[in-house]
């Protein structure tokens, strides 16, 4: 069995090794994959109802395309699991989604909001995500971590079209507002003991509050420089850690 103190390098677990690695290191890896089927599939259920939203064939046809991957990124996790003859809608149902989905989409400027801040803040947890150990999780991140992009990409493109008019700005205002404390909770917790062991094992390469800055400082340039809309530059006026860990987080 391999052990802690041995050091798991990138993709250097196949699927045949996998149960004889660190019991602990298989429930890390067990509890990413369950959180990515569950959030894939409830996440492209909340998106599906944007495509009618879209305020042009284009926005439609590009909200589509990105639902259709949604789903398409809830079938190759749950490849994972089946691969592994585990009851993936168990621990699905145990384990639940992302908590970034509890917050509901209510508008085009919601959605589109959403695509360019809340994924971006999963295109920050997925690059660290293709580093993994486990070679069939690191492929799957590796995939989804190109269309994540594209999805960026559509969010980006939404809210600029929005910005062109004072009503489209004020949505966009009302959205921001709403969305980037999601996508900073997404990170999870500060002093995160979950994230130290995702980091003892080379799942995860930094802490939960490193990332969280890092995404912040990136993200309060485009909106501030990009949109024109103002973001106090203490993170902390925006949102706080409430605890080690949060539960439904990475």
Known sequence: MQNVAEKLEAGSVSAQDFRRQDPEFQELMLNI?????????YGADCF???ILRGPTPEFKMRMAKTVMEEYGHHLRFRSLMEELDLDWEEYARRKGHLTTFD????????QVVFLALVDRAAAHQFRHFVNSPYQPFQKACQETLKEEYGHVGLGMDGVKQLLETEAGRAEVKAAVDKWLPVGLQ?????????????RRWGIKQDTNENMRLAYFQQVRNIITQDWGIDVPEDMNEIW??????TERAY
């Open 33 to 41: 994959i369950s959180i990515h089927v569950a959030s894939e599939l």
């Open 48 to 50: 599906e109802r944007s």
């Open 103 to 110: 917050t509901p989409i209510d508008s085009w400027a919601d």
């Open 186 to 198: 997404s990170f999870g917790g500060d002093g995160s003991k979950r994230n130290a062991a995702y």
């Open 240 to 245: 706080r850690s409430d605890g080690d860990d």
